[in-house]
């Protein structure tokens, strides 16, 4: 298992595990309704491939499948962090946040910030990120209800102790 950048051609297998992180995962935390309108079964290719060649995540590849993908922005803005379903609570999540931090630190990224699900929330506790403030997006039609997160990169206790761990 390794994480790599976006390459083109990478689109419709990041597609598959946004739909199986969001219809496996996130549905215990929302309605069937909210499921369907947040992560459709059909979309707009085109609009998905341009979305990810915008975004350019991270990548966790496994055997050749593609199981995992997380982006920061220029801005520390975290748009897209979604692992597959029967990959969840395997340690991918936490290798993709940790190159999220690894990749702010380096840009000179001083605060993260992401728009979380009401299911990644804790994970996202556990690198350091608070609630800043409860949203309520509409999504075709239907509120999507989630957290906008934020997180100092330099005061996150997780990323510094897996940083020490590899540096000793």
């Known amino acids: 298992m390794h994480i790599r950048v976006f390459q083109l051609g990478d689109e419709a297998g990041l597609y598959a595990v946004f739909l199986s992180a ?4 996130a549905s215990k ?12 079964a059909s ?13 350019r995540p991270f990548v966790v590849e496994s055997h050749g499948r593609l199981v995992a993908y ?13 692992v597959s379903g029967p990959f969840a609570r395997t340690g991918i999540g936490t290798m993709l946040m940790n190159r999220i931090h690894e990749t702010a630190s380096a840009q000179g990224i001083s605060v993260l910030t992401s728009d979380v699900s009401r299911t990644a929330q804790p994970f996202f506790a556990q690198f350091g990120f608070v609630v800043v403030e409860k949203r309520a997006p509409v999504i075709r039609g239907v509120t999507v209800p989630n957290a ?3 997180c100092e990169v330099t005061a996150n206790p997780s990323f510094k102790r897996t940083r020490l761990r590899r540096s000793a």
């Open 22 to 25: 969001i219809h496996e995962l």
């Open 29 to 40: 935390d929302y309605t069937p309704e909210q499921i369907e309108a947040w992560a459709p």
């Open 43 to 55: 979309s707009d290719p085109e609009a998905w491939a341009k979305r990810m060649q915008g975004i």
């Open 70 to 82: 997380a982006d920061v922005q220029p801005t520390g803005y975290i748009d897209h962090f979604f």
């Open 148 to 150: 906008l997160m934020r």
